[in-house]
């Protein structure tokens, strides 16, 4: 649908040196495929003859009546004062004069220019090479054909991006062109651009042609990992993302130096594993490649066991084992070490106490033995001394003194 167009009309009066009748012709200006409306204004018409004719002087219509063969040119209107014919469905080819003529005793004619506007479709965009990653794109804009010359600019974030124009004419039209060069990075992938065509028949509005970069780039991969510590008889679920343009489709999982385990299930971008034992740990790789590169990630796993304790402890303490994992893999045991040492020094505690106690009574006891033979010896003296005094001797040989 072409909007409402109003016709641009200006008047080109012709007049006689004498005041015989007279001719007004009005330029019109239609948008292509349009109606245009060709008027000739008569004055003091005398009922002479009036002839309309196209660009090419080929008669139209002679007093009203149908001259030339051409259904798209009708009579809507033949008055002594108004001649008026429609034509329809416009082309550029219909450009030109048309002559109103009044034949009298002098020939009176004028001309009516029609003009007509060509608005753009809505411009296409042209790729010449592949956007890649850390290169340059070419974008061209084009508007094919307009009349006059449409107007081109590329648009990015509210911004015009600054291009090379070029216009052709190719003979009733023109065709427009915009060119840019945009360096383009794995961030440009899916940037929105738009070109924007303007043209005066659009009366304000624009034609637009929204793009999308397509920026190829290398494949990116990530595992992502499982959350906690994994032991024996877990399941392990390893995703592998990951991103790259064009997206590979093809995702390879591998285990370093080592085959895959036999209860291992893939699918797709999913690695999993039931029932997770020793002989599982290792090193996992995720491979996806794309036209562009290449790229991996591995993850390393590591099975924690814990051995199963026996019914009844044993008499002795047992030697610690440690059971080791397959190489490349660091695995975790837990043993009785810890209960033995605590029995151990428990133990030793528990005899020093006791050989302290046996020590302190031991000597308690001797001291208390040697306190009661003084004890007897003294009673022992004692008595001597009394059986002294009470006999009253006194030998010559000196007075003995006891102390109590």
Not at 23 to 51: F, H, K, M, P, W
Not at 199 to 215: E, N, S
Not at 343 to 359: E, M, R
Request: proline residues 7%; charged residues 15%; glycine residues 6%.
């Amino acid at each position: 649908m072409f909007p409402i167009w109003k016709h641009s009309v200006s008047r080109r009066v012709f007049s006689s040196l004498h005041l015989s009748p007279a001719v007004q012709a009005e330029n019109v200006t239609v948008l292509e495929g349009g109606t245009a409306q060709i008027s000739c204004r008569l004055q003091n018409y005398d009922g002479s003859i009036v002839v309309i004719q196209n660009p090419r002087r080929q008669t139209l219509f002679f007093n009203g009546t149908r001259a030339l063969k051409d259904e798209r040119f009708q009579m809507v209107l033949f008055t002594p004062r108004l001649v008026r014919i429609t034509l329809t469905n416009v082309s550029v080819l219909d450009e030109g004069g048309y002559f109103c003529q009044l034949y009298t005793a002098a020939t009176h004619h004028q001309v009516a220019t029609l003009s007509v506007l060509v608005p753009p479709e809505v411009p296409s965009v042209e790729v010449k090479q592949v956007a890649v990653e850390g290169g340059e794109v070419e974008l061209i804009c084009v508007s094919p054909r307009s009349k006059p010359a449409a107007s081109l600019r590329w648009v990015r974030n509210s911004r015009e991006i600054p291009g090379a124009v070029s216009r052709q004419d190719n003979g009733k039209t023109f065709s427009v062109s915009n060119t840019i060069h945009v360096p383009v990075e794995r961030k440009d992938n899916g940037a929105a651009l738009s070109c924007e065509a303007t043209h005066p028949a659009l009366g304000g509005q624009k034609r637009i042609r929204h793009y999308r970069l397509d920026v190829y780039f290398a494949p990116t991969v990530r595992i992502l990992p499982p959350s906690g510590i994994l032991r024996e008889g877990d399941s392990l679920s390893l995703t592998c993302s990951v991103t790259g343009n064009p997206l590979p489709r093809d995702i390879q999982w591998s285990r370093i130096n080592d085959t895959l385990p036999e209860r291992a299930e893939i699918s797709g971008p999913t690695f999993q594993i039931s029932r997770l034992s020793q002989t599982h740990n290792g090193t996992y790789l995720c491979q996806a490649q794309n036209d562009y590169g290449r790229a991996a990630d591995h993850y390393s796993l590591l099975v924690y066991v814990t051995p199963v304790a026996p019914s009844t402890p044993p008499s002795h303490p047992t030697t610690p084992t440690l059971l080791t994992p397959n190489p490349g893999a660091v695995v975790e045991t837990h043993s009785a070490v810890p209960y033995a040492v605590i029995g151990g020094v428990l133990a030793f505690l528990v005899f020093t106490i006791i050989c302290v106690l046996i020590i302190t009574i031991w000597c308690s006891v001797r001291q208390k033995g040697s306190y009661l033979t003084h004890e007897a010896s003294g009673l022992d003296e004692h008595g001597e001394v009394q059986e002294a005094f009470l006999n009253g001797s006194e030998s010559g040989q000196g007075k003995k003194e006891y102390l109590l």
